[in-house]
């Protein structure tokens, strides 16, 4: 397993696109609800194979992400071979991005902004699926350019 399986709910959001990677592999349905009765390794095995796809192909298509923590907000912009991030830190705790903002765009003394590029490491999605697991989440570009404009470079 590359990634991490997927939780029985996100499955459940799924199962039109698990049949189809059945259908794909060549698995009809009564194969493989033998399959999970009968050889539970080889099932569980499926399952793996998906999440690692439906995974790989969720951290393809991310391009930007944030992380949010009461007095720091990250948001980067994931390139094919770096990372760039451009981030806000307050003297102060939030308790949304939302008024961290606005104490930012009010009152820009109070934080420190800085910015940073570098390669991936290990590599791309592995990066980018570690920053998921330990809080970021997938967005658009709108606060990265935004932050990535209002941020002066030393």
């Not at 760039?84 to 420190?112: C, H, Q």
């Not at 800085?114 to 570690?130: A, D, H, I, V």
Request: aromatic share 12%.
């Amino acid at each position: 397993m590359k990634y991490r399986l997927l939780k029985q709910e996100e499955l459940e959001g799924l199962k039109d696109e698990f049949v189809q990677f059945l259908i794909v592999n060549g698995i009809e349905a009564d194969h493989w609800n033998t399959l999970k009765t009968e050889q539970n390794e080889k099932a569980q095995g499926i399952i793996v194979s998906f999440s690692d796809f439906i995974l790989e192909s969720i951290l393809n298509k991310a391009r930007y992400l944030e992380f949010f923590s009461g007095n720091t907000l990250l948001a980067f912009k994931c390139n094919p071979s770096e990372i760039e991030l451009a981030g806000i830190e307050g003297k102060r705790d939030y308790i949304s991005i939302e008024e961290l903002m606005k104490d930012f765009v009010d009152n820009p003394e109070r934080f420190t902004g800085f910015k940073q590029k570098k390669e991936y490491q290990p590599e791309r999605n592995m990066e980018l699926f570690n920053m998921l697991e330990s809080g970021a989440v997938i967005t658009d570009h709108i606060l990265f350019d935004y932050m990535d404009t209002v941020i002066i470079d030393d």
